[in-house]
């Protein structure tokens, strides 16, 4: 019987629209409890529905309209989107935090350093620009990394991250240094 469900739950999370037959079925009382559990389990594997919502959606037959509509668009979003298992190819955030708060010192130490001084030199603006850059990209690696985000907001950083280091580099977990090393040899005249 836990097979029926199962295809039934798979149909209902991919098909954009379900017969009010459908939905009357897997709401009736005999079917709901072993449907909760199969759209709860394939939900939750596929990655569109973290652990930590279950007490929260899927809970009540009524609200099996609402509760397929937002799983649904999640599904959409997220095909493309990275498991979540590719994070262990990067830092962890323990070790992301210290490297992005020395991004960011170096770019305190810049903007309080040409605050008002006129002029500034093009491979200078080009090194601030650089540390924004590599900043968005630490940033959203520490977003991919951070426990206590819902796994579908860590998904999507990953999706991100992927976009922004190109996909080899993404594969291989190549990151970018958190500054511009290679622009530290102009010093001030």
Aim: charged share 25%; aromatic share 12%; net charge negative.
């Amino acid at each position: 019987m836990f097979v029926v469900e199962s295809l039934l739950a798979v149909l209902l999370l991919q098909s954009e629209n379900v017969a009010e037959e459908w939905l009357r079925a897997a709401q009736s009382a005999d079917r709901w409890p072993t449907l909760r559990l199969a759209l709860a389990a394939i939900a939750t594997q596929w990655e569109i529905l973290d652990t930590r919502e279950l007490p929260y959606v899927l809970t009540q037959p009524e609200a099996l309209g609402n509760d397929l509509h937002m799983l649904r668009q999640r599904y959409r979003e997220l095909a493309d989107a990275p498991p979540l298992t590719d994070s262990a190819l990067f830092p962890t955030y323990q070790q992301i935090q210290p490297l992005i708060s020395f991004n960011r010192a170096c770019a305190r130490w810049f903007d309080e350093h040409y605050a008002g001084g006129g002029r500034i030199p093009p491979d200078k603006l080009a090194y601030r620009h650089e540390l924004d850059e590599l900043y968005r990209i630490w940033d959203t690696l520490r977003e991919a990394q951070c426990e206590y985000y819902m796994v579908t907001v860590r998904r999507q950083c990953l999706k991100q991250l992927r976009q922004l280091l190109g996909e080899e580099a993404y594969q291989l977990g190549e990151l970018p240094p958190p500054v511009p090393f290679q622009r530290f040899a102009w010093r001030e005249q």
